[in-house]
């Protein structure tokens, strides 16, 4: 029940359904083998190893900001994702998708893993 003067608070961020589809740990590795530049492969099946132990259908981070294998931002990467065809996060959780995006991300910072960096991690 809402009562007169109650707070109603709304978000304008988009409910993300996790899909039914599993994907097989090799399906997902050959997904990023297929994706990625031989010269980087490694570091990109390392990178969506760390960010979602190669479950394309994570959604982390604070308020769920961070979706599919690459853990890719979608609200801080909205504007240039739909360059490459991404207009809502829920296509970010499939794993091919989330594979050209990320390869797109690490094409836009000038061939760099910057936007996956940790303290520990920096090829």
Partial sequence: M???????????????VIPDTVYKRKD?????????????????LFVAQ?????????VGGVNDCCVGLFQIYYSVHRSWLSNVGVTEPAQLLDPRINAQAALALFKRNGNSWKPWWTKSWRP
């Fill in 50 to 58: 760390r960010e979602s132990k190669l479950n394309p259908n994570v």
């Fill in 28 to 44: 997902v590795v050959a997904i990023i083998r297929e994706v990625w530049p031989d010269e980087h492969e490694e570091n990109a």
């Fill in 2 to 16: 809402i009562l007169v003067g109650a707070q109603v608070c709304t978000s304008d961020q988009p409910v993300i």
